[in-house]
């Protein structure tokens, strides 16, 4: 028999390296104003777009490659730099 009684309540904690971030269409990753100059970069945002990338063939999706190019342009200019 059970200790858990019917007004009992259970939590389960789930850490924070197992959740998934979950993107919202709304969320703008990178936007250019009207002048052709770039307005919003969120870079937290196109990494996890990359990383989804490199974890699964089926995330290819136009978004996911082109914030994967997006990180692979920027570790590479870092190079040349000097920077990284």
């Not at 858990?4 to 971030?21: G, Q």
């Not at 936007?31 to 945002?45: A, F, N, Q, T």
């Not at 063939?57 to 997006?70: A, D, F, G, P, Y």
Request: aromatic share 6%; charged share 40%.
């Amino acid at each position: 028999m059970s200790d858990i009684k019917d007004d009992d309540e259970a939590y389960l904690v789930v850490p924070e390296s197992h959740m998934k971030k979950v993107i919202l269409p709304e969320e703008v990753w990178a936007k250019i104003d009207d002048s052709g100059k770039l307005e919003v970069i969120r870079w937290d945002l196109i990494e996890r777009f990359a990383k989804e990338y490199d974890s699964s063939e089926s995330n290819r999706e136009q978004t996911h490659v082109i914030c994967k190019l997006l990180t692979l342009v920027r570790d590479e200019t870092r190079k040349e730099c000097g920077k990284l």
